[in-house]
């Protein structure tokens, strides 16, 4: 006899209550004489059951039984609400504490961290760099058109600088308007065709936000240094 306090939605019931289970469902109650399930809902969504099963007896279940197990559901999925809160918030404490709330990228000590995380990967027949960059007059942008806009320019030259150079793997926002970049260069690609391609994106960009507020000048200053 197979019985149902609740259960998942998309699962056929008869009339009675009596599961209607799959021949999977068979398979895992083989040898199971009685069974009373109880469906889990956290949100509005199933998201599981508990189960009370008898090996040895076809019978029906007791008034008890049915609130004894509605009970422990309840406190399971109590317990599994909590759980998920605690990861959810735990997620957001890494996320203030490992990436800039502007740009998106990584605070500079996350940085180093996994810079060194992963340079034991690194193939020997690449090479790979760190990039210091820096908006000169960036400031003036932030005074003349307000820290609104600075942000708004500063997230798109993350993302453009991020697209223009092969093999960036990390980038953190230092301070202000300076960023540093970690890349491992394409095989066959040099240092100084890598900082060229920087250079000349830098000034494109830099340009354009010039045409755009005509009241300032940025100008890109990089440097690349290779990691040994």
């Known amino acids: 006899m197979l019985n149902k306090i609740d259960g998942d939605s998309d699962r056929m019931y008869e009339e009675k209550g009596s599961v209607i289970c799959n021949?999977?469902?068979l398979f895992e109650l083989n040898n199971v004489k009685s069974f009373l399930r109880c469906g889990m809902h956290n949100g509005g969504k199933?998201?599981?059951n508990i189960d009370f099963v008898d090996y040895e007896n076809d019978r029906s279940w007791s008034e008890l039984e049915k609130r004894t197990l509605k009970t422990l559901t309840r406190l399971v999925s109590l317990y599994l609400l909590k759980v998920k809160a605690h990861d959810e918030a735990a997620r957001a404490v890494e996320d203030l504490t490992s990436?800039?709330?502007v740009t998106g990228m990584l605070k500079y000590e996350k940085f180093v961290k996994r810079m060194k995380s992963l340079l034991p990967s690194v193939s020997h027949d690449t090479r790979s760099v760190v990039m210091n960059m820096d908006l000169s007059n960036f400031k003036y942008l932030n005074e003349l058109y307000g820290y609104q806009v600075?942000?708004?320019v500063?997230?798109?030259f993350s993302e453009y600088i991020g697209e223009v150079l092969p093999g960036?793997?990390?980038m953190s926002r230092v301070a202000a308007d300076n960023i540093v970049a970690f890349a491992v260069l394409p095989v066959g690609a040099t240092v100084d065709e890598s900082m060229q391609r920087m250079?000349?994106?830098g000034a494109a960009f830099c340009q354009d936000i010039n045409n755009t507020y005509s009241n300032i000048h940025?100008?890109?200053n990089c440097g690349f240094y290779l990691v040994d």
Do not use: Q, R, V, W
């Open 46 to 48: 199933y998201s599981g």
């Open 199 to 201: 250079k000349d994106a």
């Open 168 to 170: 960036i793997t990390l």
């Open 218 to 220: 940025l100008e890109l």
């Open 150 to 152: 600075g942000d708004h």
């Open 99 to 101: 990436f800039d709330k």
């Open 23 to 25: 021949g999977e469902e």
């Open 154 to 156: 500063l997230k798109n």
